[in-house]
């Protein structure tokens, strides 16, 4: 077998899949990049050849972009690259200039960070530009505080059990699960009927002690019938779930609000979220024990505490267990 070659694709191919993808729109993505539609087409298709693989569903009855399992892996990858090169220069233009910085060093889990901090910490930055945030990743509740000098920690926490929050800790968000598929794969007006979920495959997440992201407890719920049981796709780690499911794979159980970005793009919609449920779990901030402080933490916990009680727009239908 030949050698994989190994150079990097054009910066400017990788921003326009980076924007198409997020903006679910060539015309969008041409506007923001401030080239022409015909600009942008042409550096994706140059992207797909490079890379031998399709990145995006566009066109036909597709309505918005949308990537595919490849082009949702390596989006995640852009993105973070993307983010580390605007802070690179941004650090530079600012220290030419002579400004103070300030640097913070987060860490949460993948999907936390995917899903929910990722974009946050792009708008805060935005607001506060002498503000630098480095994000890392734990595993296991247990983040590196002293090898990456974490500040400030994003941890799942639970009511009951070994993950409990500790006295200090800065109530972020609850979750709550609610089904969720591509807008492509279950048509507007079938997104109420449980039939549905005869039809299409389930995808679930390997999450410990959460009962509301198990098939066999929404099964009932959705009044099917053991005869209905169907054994669920396994997957792990939400993120990966939700690019299964916004590539049309089948239908999951999203974790709100981790899945709000997701929801009010349009990438994913909601079924009968009227039946919603509450999770086991919840996320708190804990900062790192004798910090010395100054004002760029308490201003990035401030901002992600407001970002935590926000909720997304199909909160607002009211559900069986709100109204019980």
């Known amino acids: 077998m030949a050698d994989l070659p190994n150079h990097t694709p054009p910066l400017a191919a990788l921003r326009a899949f980076e924007a198409v993808a997020r903006l679910g729109s060539l015309s969008r993505a041409a506007a923001e990049l401030n080239v022409t539609k015909s600009a942008v087409s042409h550096q994706l298709r140059a992207l797909e050849a490079d890379l031998g693989v ?21 989006l995640i990858s852009v993105q973070q690259a993307l983010t580390l090169l605007e802070t690179a220069c941004r650090n530079v233009r600012a220290t030419a200039r002579g400004r103070r910085r300030y640097t913070l060093n987060v860490s949460a889990n993948p999907s936390l960070a995917a899903l929910w901090l990722a974009p946050r910490i792009g708008r805060f930055i ?9 994000v890392y990743l734990h595993a296991s509740q247990d983040p590196a505080w002293k090898s990456q000098d974490i500040d400030l920690a994003f941890l799942h926490v639970r009511a009951v059990g070994p993950h409990l929050a500790a006295a200090g800790d800065i109530p972020l ?5 609610v089904p969720v598929c591509s807008p492509a794969l279950i048509g507007a007006a079938d997104r109420d009927d449980p039939r549905i979920f005869l039809r299409h495959r389930w995808l679930e997440e390997k999450h410990i002690d959460s009962p509301e992201t198990d098939w066999r407890t929404w099964s009932p719920r959705l009044g099917l019938a053991e005869a209905d049981w ?18 049309g794979v089948g239908i999951a159980l ?11 793009s349009g990438r994913l919609v909601a ?16 900062l790192q024990a ?6 760029s933490l308490p201003a990035l916990v401030e901002f992600l505490a407001e970002e935590g009680r926000s909720t997304g727009a199909w909160h607002t239908r009211p559900s069986i267990t709100d109204a019980a």
């Open 173 to 177: 968000m609850t979750e709550t699960v």
């Open 290 to 295: 004798n910090r010395p402080m100054d004002a």
């Open 54 to 74: 399709s990145l995006l569903r566009r066109g036909g009855t597709v309505r918005r972009a949308e990537t595919t399992d490849a082009g949702a892996n390596l």
């Open 271 to 286: 079924l009968m979220p009227q039946l919603r449920m509450p999770g086991s779990w919840g996320y708190v901030m804990r």
């Open 230 to 247: 169907q054994e669920p796709m396994l997957l792990s780690g939400l993120s990966t779930v939700v690019a299964a499911a916004a590539a």
């Open 126 to 134: 935005e607001l506060h530009p002498d503000i630098d945030v480095q």
């Open 254 to 264: 999203g974790r709100a609000p981790l899945i709000d970005e997701d929801l009010a």
